[in-house]
């Protein structure tokens, strides 16, 4: 069990922690890890100190204006639009940019010819010496879903409702969708055969439609892109985030890009990603190779994009782990079967989580 954090500790924690690098917290904390003193951290409502976090009357720093910009803006803005809207210089503009990668936003640079476009891949602040910051907080029970192919004909809605019957008799606090929502028009071309809903436009008002009809009961929907939404931005409608514009029209929808970390109960390191490549060999090998080679490794790592579920507890893991992948809301295609592979549609509902005790339940409708 996690060591609790005393009067002292947490006192010194407030008064180093916003202007602190973890390199010397971890001097000043001896006893604690990086990713110890980062829960609390968030717990306690404390944030780095940064020179873009908060302006001085109404006046924006540079960084501030450009951010704003590129935060709502869904596609990538030329360079000609954000001097014009920031009536900074485009040097100025550069160097805002420049300031704001340097402390943990990524900003992407398309050039097409003379043309020169910016977006915004990651919006969250993050600590370059602690990597990935918690995005959030969830409870108890969490639905665990990915791969549910929205505008593909082989989606099941089915299946959908089954869950959603799930939803109703357990009332998970949280549904987590791992990565394609979304099928976009396929990663491979033998995938477009069984496209049902023709434009990416249709696709996110379904998204939202999809949502949208999830219980009250649950709080937070978590989404992360999958590899079929990393297709969309980056080839059929470039630049495009289509799971976060389905998620700014659902209120409870959080988007957390490719990786979603969030604190689990209060003490527990939740990781979701979506991974990508073949699937031709075992899937639990596979899984436990990404999570060994993380550099933070969480307790609960969350994937998709196989199609296939497994639960996979390594409780002799120094503080206890699981790796889950949560099968698919969609039946194979063509190109599944061409590849010898099979989906199994299902997913999980887990109750509780600790080191030494996990009580999960699994899905598995029958659909036609």
Avoid at 204 to 210: A, K, L, R, S
Avoid at 236 to 261: I, L, Q, S
Avoid at 332 to 358: A, D, F, H, N, R
Wanted: glycine residues 8%.
């Amino acid at each position: 069990m996690p060591k609790r954090w005393n009067d002292e500790e947490v006192k010194k924690l407030e008064e180093y922690y916003p202007t602190t690098p973890l390199s010397q917290l971890l001097k000043v904390f001896p006893d604690r890890t990086g990713d110890s003193i980062d829960k609390k951290a968030y717990k306690l409502g404390l944030k780095k100190a940064t020179s873009y976090s908060a302006s001085k009357g109404d006046v924006l720093t540079d960084e501030e204006q450009v951010l704003q910009i590129l935060i709502t803006e869904d596609l990538p803005i030329e360079m000609e639009s954000l001097v014009e809207r920031t009536e900074l210089t485009p040097r100025k503009v550069r160097l805002a940019m420049k300031s704001l990668m340097e402390d943990g936003y990524d900003i992407t640079e398309i050039v097409g010819g003379s043309d020169r476009l910016y977006g915004l891949v990651r919006t969250g602040v993050y600590d370059p010496e602690n990597f990935y910051r918690f995005q959030g907080e969830i409870e108890s029970p969490v639905l665990m879903t990915g791969d549910w192919h929205l505008g593909n004909r082989l989606h099941s809605r089915q299946a959908f409702e089954h869950m959603l019957e799930s939803i109703e008799e357990y009332s998970p606090a949280a549904v987590m969708i791992d990565g394609d929502l979304l099928q976009g028009f396929g990663v491979h071309p033998r995938e477009l055969i069984d496209i049902s809903l023709k434009s990416i436009d249709e696709q996110v008002i379904e998204g939202v439609e999809y949502l949208k009809e999830i219980p009250d009961c649950v709080k937070t929907i978590g989404i992360t892109m999958g590899n079929h939404e990393s297709k969309i931005k980056g080839k059929w409608k470039v630049g495009f985030d289509a799971c976060r514009a389905v998620a700014k029209e659902v209120p409870r929808a959080k988007y957390f890009g490719f990786v979603g970390k969030v604190l689990l109960d209060g003490d527990w390191d939740y990781t979701m990603m979506h991974t990508e490549g073949g699937v031709g060999y075992a899937v639990t090998y596979k899984g436990q190779r990404i999570r060994d080679n993380l550099i933070q490794r969480p307790h609960i790592l969350h994937l998709a994009h196989i199609h296939q579920p497994y639960n996979h507890p390594r409780p002799h893991v120094s503080g206890g782990a699981n790796t889950i992948t949560a099968g698919t809301l969609k039946r194979e295609g063509g190109w599944e079967l061409q590849k010898g592979w099979t989906s199994l549609i299902q997913y999980y509902i887990m109750k509780s989580w600790s080191p030494t005790k996990v009580s999960m339940e699994s899905f598995t409708p029958r659909v036609f």
